[in-house]
């Protein structure tokens, strides 16, 4: 473990639902990186890809209709403009912020994939939701093709899988930059989630949670730190009622038994805590922090947000 690595997984929060929301708020999160920069930390970041990945699906999917000689982009390509698209904004807004402050540290974001099973259960249980709204007739025809579709609010959306991330195939790049004193913008969105076919690696159609790829990338670069950015201070269980708890410093039995009894919601709470038992639990002096993105330095050194510990 090199003590000063750490690994920040920034959520939708930081960038938006459009484009001038995202040119906005990568400000923000410019500026928690560069007050991680001045305390002198090796960064690398990934990051969350919804909803953009979804408007390049669903731009792609449109132009392919008005232009039946052009194929719909799959989702693997999808992602790979998503990580391209988020890190440029996000890059140039950290090497502002980092210039404005009298520090120059190179800032790069790189393409990456990231390999996943083709016999995840996930692949049988999409939870992903993607894309445009769709009449029942279109719906049809995407079931049709072999996709999953979901009602949704008196419409039809199609929904894909999600499964585990395995491995990271740039991740030899990514400790290289760090080596050198970058600041790395990695497997953004999750990766682009890839099948592994012998010299061939073949885009599977899925969308990867991207707290569990953050814990992944923070075990491979062996940082001591795993830092997931939200818009809140704390996690909260029990919210709105009389019982109601802001998770400070908490074991990993805390967090497992907290797991035991539902506390968390499936698709947004739940991956952060069990991203952060993941990483904990994967080697010694490791602490992950869940807090709010303006409290990023605070959190690192843990003075602020929910945190686990390992022993």
Same mark, same amino acid.
Do not use: W
């Given at each position: 473990?090199?003590?000063?690595?750490?690994?920040?997984?920034?959520?939708?929060?930081?960038?938006?639902?459009?484009?001038?929301?995202?040119?906005?708020?990568?400000?923000?999160?410019?500026?928690?990186?560069?007050?991680?920069?001045?305390?002198?930390?090796?960064?690398?970041?990934?990051?969350?890809?919804?909803?953009?990945?979804?408007?390049?699906?669903?731009?792609?999917?449109?132009?392919?209709?008005?232009?039946?000689?052009?194929?719909?982009?799959?989702?693997?390509?999808?992602?790979?403009?998503?990580?391209?698209?988020?890190?440029?904004?996000?890059?140039?807004?950290?090497?502002?912020?980092?210039?404005?402050?009298?520090?120059?540290?190179?800032?790069?974001?790189?393409?990456?994939?990231?390999?996943?099973?083709?016999?995840?259960?996930?692949?049988?249980?999409?939870?992903?939701?993607?894309?445009?709204?769709?009449?029942?007739?279109?719906?049809?025809?995407?079931?049709? *093709?072999?996709?999953?579709?979901?009602?949704?609010?008196?419409?039809?959306?199609?929904?894909?899988?999600?499964?585990?991330?395995?491995?990271?195939?740039?991740?030899?790049?990514?400790?290289?930059?760090?080596?050198?004193?970058?600041?790395?913008?990695?497997?953004?969105?999750?990766?682009?989630?890839?099948?592994?076919?012998?010299?061939?690696?073949?885009?599977?159609?899925?969308?990867?949670? *991207?707290?569990?790829?953050?814990?992944?990338?923070?075990?491979?670069?062996?940082?001591?730190?795993?830092?997931?950015?939200?818009?809140?201070?704390?996690?909260?269980?029990?919210?709105?009622?009389?019982?109601?708890?802001?998770?400070?410093?908490?074991?990993?039995?805390?967090?497992?038994?907290?797991?035991?009894?539902?506390?968390?919601?499936?698709?947004?709470?739940?991956?952060?805590?069990?991203?952060?038992?993941?990483?904990?639990?994967?080697?010694?002096?490791?602490?992950?922090?869940?807090?709010?993105?303006?409290?990023?330095?605070?959190?690192?050194?843990?003075?602020?947000?929910?945190?686990?510990?390992?022993?």
């Amino acid at each position: 473990m090199k003590n000063n690595i750490i690994t920040v997984a920034l959520g939708r929060n930081a960038f938006g639902d459009t484009f001038p929301e995202q040119h906005e708020r990568v400000k923000i999160a410019a500026r928690a990186i560069a007050d991680l920069a001045e305390a002198k930390y090796e960064i690398v970041i990934t990051h969350s890809n919804g909803p953009q990945v979804g408007t390049i699906q669903t731009a792609m999917a449109e132009f392919s209709r008005l232009d039946t000689s052009q194929t719909v982009a799959p989702m693997s390509v999808c992602g790979a403009m998503s990580q391209g698209y988020i890190g440029y904004d996000l890059q140039n807004a950290i090497r502002s912020e980092l210039l404005n402050r009298g520090i120059y540290k190179p800032v790069a974001t790189i393409i990456t994939q990231v390999r996943v099973d083709p016999f995840d259960s996930a692949f049988h249980n999409p939870t992903k939701v993607i894309g445009r709204r769709m009449s029942k007739e279109e719906a049809e025809l995407e079931e049709k *093709k072999g996709n999953y579709v979901i009602e949704e609010d008196g419409a039809y959306r199609r929904i894909i899988a999600s499964p585990k991330p395995i491995d990271i195939y740039e991740i030899d790049s990514v400790k290289a930059l760090l080596d050198v004193g970058h600041i790395v913008i990695a497997a953004g969105g999750g990766g682009i989630p890839v099948l592994d076919q012998r010299t061939r690696l073949k885009g599977a159609s899925a969308i990867i949670e *991207k707290d569990y790829t953050a814990a992944k990338l923070a075990d491979m670069v062996d940082a001591s730190t795993l830092l997931i950015l939200t818009d809140h201070d704390y996690m909260i269980i029990n919210k709105g009622e009389e019982n109601q708890r802001e998770l400070m410093e908490i074991t990993i039995e805390e967090a497992n038994a907290l797991i035991e009894e539902n506390k968390f919601k499936t698709l947004t709470k739940l991956p952060k805590i069990e991203a952060a038992i993941n990483f904990v639990e994967s080697g010694k002096n490791r602490t992950a922090v869940i807090t709010n993105i303006t409290k990023a330095k605070e959190g690192a050194l843990g003075k602020f947000g929910t945190i686990i510990k390992s022993k």
